[in-house]
Structure formats: C-alpha cells, structure tokens
DNA sequence: AATGAATGAGGTTTCATTCAT
DNA sequence: TATGAATGAAACCTCATTCAT
C-alpha cells in the first residue's frame, strides 16, 4: 500500500514498453506486421490488450517506435557523426561489426527489410529512414571522395545496395547463406 | 445452340483474367498487398467483386497467380535450361538485359521484393519461388565453376546478393538510384 | 436445321426439367438445401446455370417443385380417395408398401423430413402440406371409426406419429436401423 | 490491479455466453440455422456482432454449443448411467418426464429434429450424438433384455423411433398433436 | 497502471439471379 | 433453347480501438 515513488513509475513503465516492444518485434518481424494482432501481442506479453495502449497510441505507432528504435541501437554502435572520416581500416571494421549485430539482431533486421519494402508502411517512416540514412551515406561519400575515387556518391550507394543485398540474403535463408565469406568477399571489394 | 462460341466465351476470359492480373498487380505492388483490399481491385478495374472470384479462388491465390506469372514472364526471357553453359559475354549480357527488365517491369520486382521479405506470404511461395530460383543459381555455379573459381557456390550467392541488393535499391528510390552505373559497376567485377 | 415439331420441344422440356429435378433432389437430399449451389446443381446435370431459370424462377421454387412432386408420386400409390374405406388388410398392406417406397426413395423422405423441421422451409410448403396430409389422416381416421375405437383422431394421428417416427430413423441410420422388423412390430400393433 | 475481480468478469461472461446462446437458440429453432445470420442474433440479443466472437469462435461452432448444451442439460434430467437397471415403473416415469420436458423446452427439440435431419449439419456432430444416445439406447436394451423380450435391441430401437416421431409430431403441430394422449398410448403399449 | 468486455468498420467470400448473346 | 460472364446483396469473420471499472 506504500505509494510507490516517482522513480518506481518510471522504472515500470520503461520496462513494460520494453517488454511489448520486444515481443511486437519477434511477432512482426516473424509473422508479419499484418498477420500480427494487438491481441496477440497481449497474450505473448502476458498482458492485457488495453496496457499496450497505455504506451503506444495506436499499432502503427508501436511499429514506428520499433523501427526508430532499432535506428538509435544501430546508431550507438556506429555513429557516423564522430569525427566524420573513416580510414580504409575503420571501413572494414564497420562493416563487419555491422554483419555480425545483423547475425545478432535479425529480428530487427528481418523487420526492417520487410518494412522498407512494404510501400504504405515506407510512406510511414519514410522521411525518417532517409534522415537516419543520410549520415551514413555521406560518411561514405567522404570515404570514398578521400580515397580517390572519380564518382563516390556513385560509389557510396553501391556499397549500400550491396550490403543490403548481402543482408537480405542471409535474413531470408539464414541456415545457407555463406554470410561470412560473402562480408570478406565484399570487404575484398575495398582494399 | 450456345450463344457464344466456346472461344469468344476463351477470349473473354482471358481478357477479363488479364485486366484483374494488372491491376492486382499494380495495387499490390504500389499500396501493399493487406492492405488492397478485393474492393479495390474491383473498382480499380471497372468490375464487381463477385467476378474475381469467378477467376481466382481467393485473394492468396490471386497473389500466387501474379507471382508465378511474374516468374513465368522472367523465366520467357532468361531461359537458365537453354545449354546449360554461359560465356562471360553472356553473363554480362544477361545481367544488363535482366536490369532493363526490372526497369520496365518494376511493378513485378516491387511485388516479388515486398513479398520475399513478408514471412507469412513467403511461406506460402517459398517451395514455388526455389523451385524457380534454383536453376538460376545452378547456371552461375557453372558458369563460376567454368572459370575456374575456388568456390563457385559461394560465387554464385554472392552475385545474386548483391544482384538483388542493386534491384532493391533501385525499387526503392528509383528517381535517384543510378542504376545503370551500378550494373555497369557490378559487370565490371566479373571480366 | 430442320425445325422441330412442337411435340419435340415439349419432349426436350419436359426431359430437361425432369433431370434438373433428380439432380437438384439428391443434392438437397445428400448435402442439405442450403448446401447445394444452383451451380452446383447445373454443373452436376451438365447444363448450365441459366438453363436451370428457364424451368423454375427461383431455387425455392424448384424445392417446392420437388416437394410437390414427392408428394404427387406419393399419391399415385396411395390413392386415399378411392373408395374412402380401407379393411385391416388393407391397411397393413399399406403401411408395408409405404415403408417399401420409403427405402426405395430415401432421397425424396430424407428431404421431405429434413424439409418438414426446418422452420422457414416448411412455412413454405405448410398449405400444400396439410392439403396433401388431410386425406390420408381422413382416411385413418374413418378406418379407426370403423374399428370402433373411442378416440379415432388420436389414433390416426399416433400412427402417423410413430410411423414418421421409424421412417426418420431408418433414413438417419439406414445401415443399422431394423426397418423391416419395427414395421412388423407396427402392423402388429394393428391386428 | 485488477479494475474488476476475476469473479465479476467471469460472470459478466456467463451471463453474456447465455444470453447468447438463449437468443441464438430461439432464433435457429424457429428461423432456421441457416436462415438466421450472426447479425440478426446481435441485434435480437441487443450486442454487437463482434461480441458473439468473443465467445464462439464461428457460427458452426455456436451451433454445436447449443446442442452440445441441449444434451448436457437433458442428460442432467435422465441420467442413464445411475445404477444401470430400471424398472417398468421408471420407464414410464422417464418417458413422462422427457414429454413434459419436450413441452417446456420446445425450441431445444425444434433445433435437435431440425439438426439431425439437415446432412451438413448432422455431420458436424455425429460422433457426439452417437456418444450421447449410447447409454440412452443401452438402458433401454438392458430393460427389454431384462423384460425378457426376444430381440431387445430391436425394441430399444423401435421405442426410441416411435418416441422421437411423437416428439416431431409434436413439434410441427403442437397446438393439434395430442401430445399427452398420445404419451399414455405409448406407455400402454409397455405395460 | 491495468483489465478485458465491447464495439463497429471493414475485410473476404458466397451465391441466387440476370442478361447479352 | 441455352450459355456462362457478370452482378451485388448479404453472409461470416477479424481486429484495432475504446472505456467502464
């Protein structure tokens, strides 16, 4: 009967979201978004249909959330606004490291390859997925621009459809994939 | 003593199931497949509901039909049972002529790419869709086994990764996507 | 080319309506009324839908039809207004040659019971129903007068009872129910 | 935490599980199964649609309840399973029993003759009925072997046809079917 | 904060019936 | 007479969302 301290809320309420989140993220990126109900989030949460509306105010905003979300984890671990180049050594490690959290991550990833192409659900989050983008693509121009080459914006999004390729791929058929050597073979690409 | 001969009742089916083909195919790739409803279709397509399913079973089945034809169409152009071996001439030649089909057909490529990374939806085709991709993937092993790779199979994945990532992009962004310096770019890996 | 004679067509009809009819009762017989699709009735005939409006105006039309029909056949066995009198023999005669055309016909009885206990179907067919119904019950009635029993009525409508009653559990479970017997049993509850 | 008790929910939902299956069954009973649809059982029970698929997951299955319930509820009357024996007294009693039942609970009977005449229907629940008449048909043979009656099966078999007629006499015309005398004439056939 | 009963709009599907030929 | 493509009303069902408690 103790009232519970502001904190107290607080932390509940971070780990409820928390706890529908992950679970709308195994459910959409495994069932799809449409095949997934509210209802079913509820139950695989333990919890009741109208709590998820206590924190999200509709599903589409629970995707945008889980989307965005996914954005900012990825970001923490490679920030391109650091200092803003990247040496060739730095390139290889990025990519890697971003292959092995896609491996660790595919919930996320098979969430996001879905949505991207799913065109009313890109309309969405458009605007934000290119905002999220950007950085990572200039960083590449400037890599590219640095070390010589005659068209690095060319360069850049190439680099980019490659590697969603090579993530698409392995989300889509993960047990045959060759992920590792398909990374080297690409990281090959850059030398 | 029938009003129409058994082909004009032939012509007009097969124009009728044509009409609903395209514009499923259209509003599916462009809005979404859950989220065109038959409704849509009908209207889109000047005709009622009921008529559809004089011609497709069920919504699911409408979408199977589009995609097999899809494949069907692609399979007219890019005949992998021909010989059984490519020169690098032909690779080269195959792969600029199947960017200018996903060009022209980016409707098609919008739906196939939507729907391989949509789970419940690729289940429904997945046998199908590896029926048809696996000669696809036989002729590049040869043809990577021919030229003497170290390990052709990984070859071969590896270039429809990122034959894939390079489509993918382009549907995404066609506008500002430079897709032929990319398939130029990717033919260039392979001399 | 030659033009047919008026007696041809009506022949034509006439054997037409005759086999959308027999086709149309063991459907509605063996999958129940609202079970069977005019299609499905016009493609088991092999003829088509609209031929099937030609001959009746509606599908409930072509049930009463039927009902109608069972009944006419029912009658031309039966005819209770013959003399207006039966004898014991008679009457055993009867009930024996009743259940003999029930197992003979059991398509016609499972409708014509399935019919009767459906609430909006019989509404239907009620007035026909009684009409039909009126003179065999008159008949049973004046056999049981002559008999002397004290409560004619009940009687005759007890043996209708009871023999609706085998009749609809032979046509339930015709493989296991003992017709014969329970039909011996009834005439010897009449001696 | 809970807003309402566990117990208050529960019985906000027995008593909205009657009050569907009460509607429904006046509604099958004297509409028809088939010509009553899931909307006019909302509004006649003043709910919506919806709710109803809170509680039944589909029409067919709502149906089954009701019958499924029927028998639960008759069985409840004449337990065939107390000490396995009646006497000739208790077979009158209980058939007694089962007319006055019939009367009070007409709409139950209505949907049972109306269900088990209806092939479609009849098929869904089959197995069920067969498993519910069993003990029924088993007291009956128990008594007529006990009784010393020469093919007691075919006695059960008969009685329950002879009894399950009246019934449906009854039903169909219960302002002029002679219910009670007809009941004592049955009784007197098994003194 | 939390529950789950309740709603209702909207989706897919069926099918009796019409009608041009 | 005969066909079957076409219609459209109406059925069943789903599910995001609301709200009293």
Partial sequence: ???????????????????????????????????????????????????????????????????????????????????????KEELHYLLREMFKLLKEKMSVWKLYFGIMLQPQVM????????????????LLVDYFKKEGKENPYLEARFLSAVGDGIGMHYITDPDNFPLEECVEKLIALYQ
């Fill in 123 to 138: 309309k969405m989050v458009e605007k934000e997925v290119y905002q999220y983008a950007l950085p990572y693509l200039k």
């Fill in 1 to 87: 009967m103790s009232p519970r301290t502001e904190q107290q809320y607080e932390e509940i309420r971070e780990e409820k979201k928390k706890l529908i989140m992950d679970t709308a993220l195994q459910l959409f990126a495994n069932e799809g978004y449409h095949n997934t109900s509210i209802d079913q989030i509820a139950r695989t949460a333990g919890i009741s249909k109208g709590l998820i509306y206590n924190y999200f105010t509709s599903k589409e905003q629970l995707l945008q959330s889980l989307i965005f979300s996914g954005f900012d984890e990825f970001a923490q671990f490679f920030d391109p606004n650091r200092d803003g180049v990247i040496e």
